[in-house]
């Protein structure tokens, strides 16, 4: 079974940073597309940044500069350190993967991932 549990959210003031873990079980992040997604209330859910076959990363315009994402095999953990953090980036965010060997090798974050979180909430004061 397949389970994504997200933590490290919380309130920053603006310039702050923060780093989100999503821990994994039931498969390896080394070897599936795993992503970051983020929703503010009343927006669309927005891709962040994925990570794929051989460790390509993508990441959102508005974020490139700012957001690392990156994953540990060894603790079965994805990343996303989170810079300079504008109120902006506030929303709820969520972490979810796909091991299906095509989508491995073609992560994008317009995937349609198969498995997700439950959340966790970034606040960015100004």
């Known amino acids: 079974q397949v389970q994504l549990v997200e933590s490290g959210g919380g309130s920053v003031q603006a310039g702050g940073s923060l780093r989100l873990s999503c821990q994994a079980s039931?498969?390896?992040?080394?070897?599936?597309?795993t992503g970051w997604f983020r929703q503010a209330p009343g927006k669309e859910r927005e891709g962040v940044a994925v990570?794929?076959?051989?460790?390509?990363?993508i990441y959102a315009d508005s974020v490139k500069g700012r957001f690392t994402i990156s994953r540990d095999n060894a603790k079965n953990t994805l990343y996303l350190q989170m810079n300079n953090l504008k109120p902006e980036d506030a929303a709820m965010y969520y972490c979810?993967?796909?091991?299906?060997?095509?989508?491995?090798?073609?992560?994008?974050?317009?995937?349609?991932?198969?498995?997700w979180g439950q959340g966790t909430q970034v606040t960015v004061s100004s």
């Open positions: 979810a993967a796909d091991f299906r060997i095509w989508y491995y090798r073609n992560c994008y974050p317009s995937n349609t991932f198969r498995y």
């Open positions: 039931g498969y390896s992040v080394g070897s599936a597309c």
């Open positions: 990570i794929g076959s051989g460790a390509k990363t």
